[in-house]
């Protein structure tokens, strides 16, 4: 196997962890807390995707899909266009709200725009440096790995608190 391959798998195995999460859910049950501080479904998911979107746009000089295909219009946030969650207060991750349809339609078209880039990759474009404002500077490889952890780790979140939230409608 080799690198291309890899990541074309890994990063299918995000877009599967997300419509786990998702797929069935009402606006409200996506928009829920498990307390008055933590993100919903909804602001994770739209946050791993505006993360992957922003940062496989960055490292590949595209455009964001976020802006290009008119996404930001669809969800309506009330932030900044280059917005992407992090750092954000709990206030402002409240205000994501989204209906299942309209976050799985984000990440699927991300997701395609994730294997169509990292699907051409050769071993040696790894070594790239991407973004070399860090100490050491960040190559693709790192980036890449980088944004699946966290893409994995919010993935993984999104599924504890649609287990927790379905639990407390349905003891």
Do not use: C
Not at 24 to 47: F, M, T
Not at 100 to 126: F, I, K, P, Q
Not at 130 to 145: F, H, K, Q
């Amino acid at each position: 196997m080799n690198s291309a391959a890899l990541l074309t798998d890994a990063f299918g195995r995000v877009r599967e962890a997300v419509h786990e999460a998702v797929e069935g859910l009402g606006e409200d049950v996506l928009a829920a807390r498990v307390d008055p501080e933590a993100n919903s479904i909804a602001w994770l998911v739209w946050h791993l995707t505006r993360v992957q979107d922003d940062h496989l746009a960055a490292a590949f000089g595209t455009g964001q899909l976020w802006e290009a295909e008119g996404w930001r219009e669809r969800f309506g946030l009330p932030f900044p266009k280059e917005a992407t969650g992090y750092g954000q207060t709990s206030a402002r991750a409240g205000a994501v709200r989204s209906s299942a349809e309209l976050l799985l339609g984000y990440h699927d078209a991300v997701h395609a725009r994730t294997v169509e880039l990292v699907g051409a990759l050769r071993d040696a474009d790894l070594d790239r440096v991407v973004d070399a404002s860090w100490d050491p500077p960040v190559t693709l490889g790192v980036r890449l790995v980088s944004v699946l952890a966290d893409d994995l780790q919010h993935a993984g979140q999104a599924a504890y608190a649609r287990g927790v939230v379905e639990r407390r409608e349905n003891p």
